[in-house]
């Protein structure tokens, strides 16, 4: 099992935060909207450095999305900020139509996903996004795993032309992907190559996933660990080589059971290599509040859960080859 | 930008209202051909489209979608689409027989407007009401942003003011001194299910344009030609003050067909085929049939 270094430890939306910047610093073009959020979303250093390319919104999400889809038709390219349940549970219809169907160059940037929002509980961790992301035609899906890469994700959607949901969060967690590594929409990132089990990991579960890959390594067993920074379109190729090879898989996502990574995988592969596959994610339940931590471990969201998962995994696996 | 053509040559009135008729016949016979659509509003926003593509914005029907260097339109309430889209065809964006596809499947023209299905003049899909005001808001300053002077316009119904994304649009407007805008409420009183006073009265529409930071303006008749453009021409010259621009366009809903006046019933109901005959008797052909 190939070393991890952990460079620093910083939240995805400071990410976001410096993406931003840069993004805005690279294309006269970009713009950005909040909806009251503007410390949470990291917005300041681009509200100070481009004040007449930022737009306040106050806390009217739907406004926010129609305005964005507006600013495009001038060839602008909106980046709006807010958590990640007001991004897109509150604004489906209007991320529908006046976006999504329409075609437009908005990117939705979406904050505190997830359980890891913590206390402020289920009212705010939504867990449901990426599903409601990924069934929206056109739409770009992706979901980050470190300080690094959130960066580097920023400025690539900015570089592409279409709607994206870019989902990040809010508590500070191991940055070990290089700031040099280049983010690829669209093409998962190998981090260690295996050939018992391959997990597929996406946002704070990456981290979880190389934990798990150590504990795993420890037992005997030699896990392949992908990146799946883009669910959408999400990199097939990448994910039905690595089953090919291993003969099972573990999806890992902080997000419910229905409809995001692990629903991805799972259509990859009974379409093209059915294979077993177990999957990490919340079951089919709210949150509640607690401390990120506390609720990781109580919804089952652990380097812990994903070793378990891959056990059962390659057990089955074995029970199909007996 | 220099390739924009100012078809909008001001034309006399009675061309304008020449070619007002024409298109009412092009609606009643859209939606008589397949069956179905939005009549109603359809017909008591004629001059308004008519008004806007035939004399008022500078425009350009070599369609761009950015539209910098143009006064753009937007259509909020998207199922009166059949009229926008037969000024579109008839004001030179596509050809005037692929009105005949209106709602049939593989048309451009579908049932609701869409940048979708590619057709030339469409800048965002509508239908799903209350977001047109938000993304004209949107095109307003990206304008600004771009040093464009021109204008926006956009359409919204009066039923749909029931949405709250309209008021959260106009409180942003206002804020952001959105100035380059000229939002319409056609305001003609009826909403599907009857009308607006007994469904969700709007109480004093204007007083609450005005108290979000409007400038407003009463448009008694919507389809009066001469009126109606008098009242945009004056509503020109309130823009670039600092606040956007609200006209309250009362209309009759059906205007020009008499069985069809005044009546919500007719919002989303298409003419059989004696109905139709009885409504093209009334409406002069004058630029010739799709």
């Known amino acids: ?322 | 930008m220099e390739s924009v053509i100012q078809d909008s040559t001001p034309k006399t009135l009675e061309e304008l209202k020449d070619i007002s008729s024409q298109v009412r016949r092009d609606i009643v016979r859209m939606v008589h051909g397949v069956g179905n659509g939005h009549p109603g509003g359809a017909l008591g926003c004629t001059e308004y489209f008519v008004a806007l593509y035939f004399h008022l914005m500078k425009h350009n029907p070599d369609f761009q979608m950015d539209g910098i260097g143009e006064d753009l339109c937007f259509l909020s309430n998207g199922h009166i689409s059949a009229v926008w889209y037969s000024v579109l065809a008839r004001s030179g964006y596509f050809p005037v027989a692929e009105l005949s596809t209106h709602r049939k499947i593989n048309s451009r023209l579908q049932g609701h407007p869409t940048t979708h299905e590619g057709l030339p003049g469409i800048r965002m899909a509508s239908g799903s009401l209350g977001q047109g005001l938000s993304v004209a808001v949107g095109a307003a300053q990206a304008k600004k942003l771009n040093g464009d002077n021109h204008l926006v316009y956009v359409l919204m119904g009066d039923g749909e003011q029931d949405e709250g994304q309209i008021w959260e649009a106009a409180m942003y407007a206002a804020h952001h001194k959105v100035d380059n805008l000229i939002a319409t409420v056609d305001w003609n009183g009826q909403q599907i299910d009857g009308p607006t006073v007994k469904v969700m009265d709007l109480k004093d529409l204007p007083a609450k344009y005005r108290a979000f930071g409007w400038e407003v303006i009463i448009l008694e008749n919507g389809n009066d030609m001469a009126e109606l453009i008098k009242t945009y021409e004056h509503a020109k010259t309130l823009t670039g003050k600092g606040s956007p621009v609200a006209i309250m366009m009362k209309t009759g809903m059906g205007y020009g067909v008499d069985f069809m006046m005044g009546s919500h019933k007719w919002h989303g109901v298409a003419p059989n085929d004696d109905q139709l005959a009885q409504a093209l008797a009334q409406l002069p052909e004058t630029l010739g049939d799709f």
């Open chain 1, 1 to 322: 099992m190939k070393q991890f270094t952990i460079l620093d430890k910083k939240d995805t939306r400071s990410g976001f935060g410096v993406g931003l910047l840069e993004a805005g610093r690279k294309n006269p073009n970009v713009v950005a909207l909040c909806a009251d959020l503007v410390g949470s979303l990291k917005m300041d250093a681009f509200i100070k450095e481009f004040p007449e390319r930022f737009f306040q919104v106050g806390i009217a999400e739907a406004n926010m999305m129609g305005v964005a889809a507006g600013l495009t038709i001038g060839g602008k390219i909106p980046f709006t900020g807010t958590f990640a349940n007001f991004s897109t549970g509150r604004v489906y219809d209007q991320i529908r139509q006046s976006i999504a169907y329409s075609d437009k160059n908005v990117k939705i940037c979406a904050s505190h996903a997830g359980l890891t929002l913590g206390e402020d509980g289920a009212t705010h961790q939504i867990l449901e996004d990426l599903g409601m992301m990924r069934m929206l035609p056109g739409m770009t899906v992706i979901n980050p795993c470190d300080f690094n890469q959130t960066k580097a994700a920023t400025m690539a959607i900015a570089e592409h032309h279409g709607p994206v949901y870019l989902r990040f969060g809010r508590p500070v967690v191991p940055v070990f992907i290089s700031e040099d590594t280049p983010f690829i929409i669209g093409k998962a990132l190998m981090l260690n190559e295996g050939a018992d089990v391959s997990i597929f990991a996406t946002g704070h579960m990456v981290w979880k996933a190389i934990e798990a890959g150590h504990i795993l390594a420890e037992r005997g067993i030699d896990a392949e660990i992908i990146n799946i920074h883009t669910i959408k379109p999400l990199d097939k190729e990448a994910i039905l080589e690595s089953v090919k090879k291993t003969g099972c898989a573990v999806s890992a996502e902080e997000h419910q059971l229905n409809g995001g990574l692990g629903d991805a995988i799972a259509h990859v592969l009974s379409s093209n290599y059915p294979s077993p596959l177990e999957m990490v994610a919340v079951q089919d339940t709210f949150g509640e509040s607690g401390t990120p931590d506390e609720l990781m471990v109580k919804y089952g969201l652990t380097s812990t859960a994903i070793v378990d998962a891959a056990e059962r995994a390659i057990k089955r696996k074995k029970e199909v080859l007996a």
